[in-house]
Structure formats: structure tokens, C-alpha cells
């Protein structure tokens, strides 16, 4: 596994979109804590990622490129756009009906056709709306065990099985507030 900095990453910005296009699985930071991820488009990838965390069913949520493909893919009413989508970019994932199902893997979405939605407040958004394509985000660790706050707590299987980590020191924060539009419920981790 290759760790990079912010600015190794902006280095080398083409060359990590090509991979993360190609395919790469890798942990990046989020405003809250880190994520592990990859194109939310490849149903090989994000298989992989189901064998490394050891969720083979849980739907996982997407880091969306921007705004305007939440819009274009998700069904939200006039009032839930005007209430919710005005948290984004920030700490909340917000479950909403998927409207256009071939904008993510069958491998994303849950059984009722829901979809949780993040757009964090990094600078990494500025990356994935130029890759167009949305992420798989989820906690970085094996189902039911802690999540990673640093290198020193990255579960040693996940280390071998990413290709890179864009790494920003420790996060102390807890995971993102799940607003789920679908089920009318709020979950504070």
C-alpha cells in the first residue's frame, strides 16, 4: 500500500484518477473520519471491498461527485431538497430513493432501492467531481470492530488489500449523522 500526502496527491492527480477509474480500492479522509472506497460503478471492486470488511450484504453508501448528480440521480421532493440537501457538503449521510439505477453497481444499492448519500466537506471533492463518478464510503474496518483514527489502528488485512491511502493524520471525529429520508429516521452515531 502507498501512502500520499495532499500534496503528493495533487502531484500525481492524473494518475490516481486513471487508477481509481481502472479500479483501485483505497482509504482517503473524509471530514469526519476515514473512508474506504472505489468507483461505485465496478461490481468487481466493490466486491473486494465487501471480502476486506467482511459485509458481504450491508448496502454501502457513495461519496457523490456534487450536488447536481444527487439531483439527477435521487428522488427528492422540493422540501427535502430544500431541507437536506442545504446540509451538503457536511457530516451527514442522507438516505434517499435512487431514481437512476445503472448511476451506481447493483452492488451499492440495499433491497428497497435506497441509497445513502454523502458529500463531505473535504477537499477531496474537488477530486471526485472531477472523476464525474460517485465513491463507495464506508468505515474503514472489518464489520462489528473499530474504526481507523490512524496508521497505527489500520487493521493489517485492509492495509495489504488497498492500493493507496491519501493520508491527513489522525481523526478524532465519529462517523457521519444517517438522515434516511425512506425510513423517516435520524441515527447520531
Known sequence: M???TERELLMRKREIIRKIKEGAIFI????TI???GCDATNDNSIKKIREIKNRPEMPFSIWAPSIEWIKENCELSEKDEKEYLSLLPGPYTIVMKIKNKDSVSTEVNSKDGSLGIRL?????NKLFEEIGIPIITTSVNKSKESFMTNLDNLDQ??????NFLIYEGEKRNKPSKIIDLVHDKVVDR
Open 34 to 36: 476515514y473512508g474506504i
Open 157 to 162: 488485512s485492509i492495509k495489504n488489500s488497498v
Open 120 to 124: 463531505p466537506k473535504h477537499r477531496l
Open 28 to 31: 482517503y479522509p473524509t471530514d
Open 2 to 4: 502507498e501512502i500520499l
